[in-house]
């Protein structure tokens, strides 16, 4: 009977503990499947696509066995994406400290104390005033919080969830770095072409303006004539001096993006012209998507770590249990220790139940609760914006490819319309002013078929990463 009431009041205590204890946080879908379209609206627009869906890595598209070197040289020497490996294996030791605190804890001690006792006052006869003694003890001692209520394991998850979510972060970076290598090094090939047309158009106008000074000296062509030419000469010459200048920045930034000395030197074999692009391919579903990018992945580990954070916090209004103890030995000879006499052992257990602590634990739980909404948000902020890259990038595939048609059909009749003037020019027929404009025209035309064709590229670059597709293998 006395064991019954012993009992009794336990069982009760642990009834009304689990009648109040908190609910855990279900994991929610942040984007309901309801809410992600079967397919990309933009391809509704007619746009011309391959029916290829094998795209591995997107950079092979390109066949530039220098490009694929550079990216590599970037992933391992670019300092920003060191320093960013570095963290997230930092956040992987993190999980790691977490995930320690569910399992027992041991440790091994060997102490030993030598005390002296001083007996004056105690009035015996005769007898000494102090005495000196020793102690020694060793043993093992383990400890250990039972989670009972999951709060540990909720803790640890947490932190493995982040450190996940580390992992895709990284990778994100790394095919961030791989699409501004890309771009970088296009974008010089763009400007070589940019540079070599701007020489061309110099060399003209000097032959234009040495003709009509000739022309002028002889009284042929007026002083307005030759100021019109030497201007035109004086504008392409800015035009060229501008276009080195643009081609030095660009080269010094892809070098910073291998993580080299911007010296502006870099000689990487540049292709002489930019490459003619193939259709794009058929690209993955928005759901596929979602699981292809990085920054997606990350954003729903990021979610996924708070709603952990949020059922541990809850936990911390319940009790806590532990135990600690584990087997030793104790003698006032250090020698004694090992012998079994000698031997000792302790068990002790606590149960401490949070009763005041000035609301800390209910605004921890609040905060919490308002992480878990901001993750919430933010996931769908980077949904979204996954979704408008995906959907402007695959309609600007069809814009770009017939801005690139047009610009070529005016880039060679504006070529024509120039021979035919200057032909005009030098017969008398035309004045120097419409020649010069027409032979700037044809300049500005392929100047622009140039730029259009860069931009393709660029937007094709952006539309790989937009879709989460791999660059290149993580080892060459």
Do not use: H
């Amino acid at each position: 009977m006395k064991r019954i009431f012993t009992i009794l009041p336990f069982t009760l205590i642990t009834t009304i503990w689990y009648g109040c204890m908190p609910t855990r946080t279900k994991p929610v879908d942040p984007l309901p499947s309801s809410e992600i379209p079967s397919e990309w609206e933009a391809l509704d627009q007619n746009i011309s696509l391959s029916d290829d869906k094998n795209v591995t890595y997107w950079m092979n598209s390109f066949e530039n066995e220098w490009l694929n070197e550079a990216v590599y040289t970037a992933w391992s020497a670019n300092p920003s994406l060191v320093a960013m490996a570095e963290q997230t294996l930092a956040r992987g030791e993190e999980a790691v400290i977490a995930g320690a605190s569910i399992i027992p804890q041991a440790n091994v001690g060997v102490n030993g104390s030598r005390s002296k006792r001083n007996l004056i006052g105690f009035g015996f006869p005769n007898g000494s005033t102090s005495f000196t003694t020793e102690s020694f003890s060793s043993g093992i001692n383990l400890s250990w919080e039972v989670d009972l209520w999951g709060k540990l394991r909720d803790q640890r998850n947490s932190a493995k969830k982040r450190f996940e979510g580390a992992q895709a972060d990284y990778e994100g970076a790394r095919l961030s770095l791989a699409g501004q290598v890309a771009r970088a090094w296009y974008g010089i090939v763009e400007s070589e072409q940019q540079l070599e047309l701007a020489e061309q158009m110099t060399e003209t106008f000097e032959k234009n303006q040495a003709f009509t000074a000739n022309r002028f000296a002889n009284g042929l062509a007026s002083s307005l004539e030759n100021d019109i030419a030497t201007s035109a000469l004086a504008s392409s010459q800015a035009t060229e001096t501008m276009r080195e200048r643009v081609r030095n920045a660009q080269v010094k930034e892809l070098e910073s993006f291998l993580g080299a000395y911007p010296k502006g030197d870099v000689d990487r074999n540049f292709p002489d012209t930019l490459p003619e692009l193939a259709l794009a391919p058929l690209p993955p579903t928005p759901a596929q998507t979602m699981e292809n990018r990085p920054d997606l992945q990350a954003a729903r580990l990021q979610l996924e770590a708070s709603g952990y954070d949020l059922s541990a916090a809850k936990m911390n209004l319940l009790p806590s249990f532990s135990l600690s103890g584990g087997p030793g030995s104790r003698s006032e000879e250090f020698g004694d220790l090992l012998d079994n006499r000698f031997r000792t052992w302790e068990v002790s257990g606590s149960v401490t139940q949070p009763l005041f602590n000035g609301g800390r634990i209910r605004a921890n739980i609040r905060r919490s609760e308002a992480l878990r909404k901001a993750a919430d948000a933010n996931y769908r902020v980077v949904a979204l914006r996954a979704f408008t890259e995906a959907e402007t990038l695959l309609a600007n595939e069809s814009f770009l490819q017939k801005e690139e048609n047009y610009l070529k059909n005016a880039s060679m009749a504006a070529q024509t319309a120039s021979k035919t003037s200057w032909d005009r020019y030098q017969r008398g027929v035309q004045g120097i002013f419409d020649t010069l404009e027409s032979q700037r025209r044809a300049f500005d035309a392929e100047s622009r078929l140039l730029s259009s064709r860069k931009e393709r590229i660029f937007n094709r670059i952006n539309l790989f990463l937009a879709l989460g597709t791999p660059a290149l293998p993580t080892e060459p």
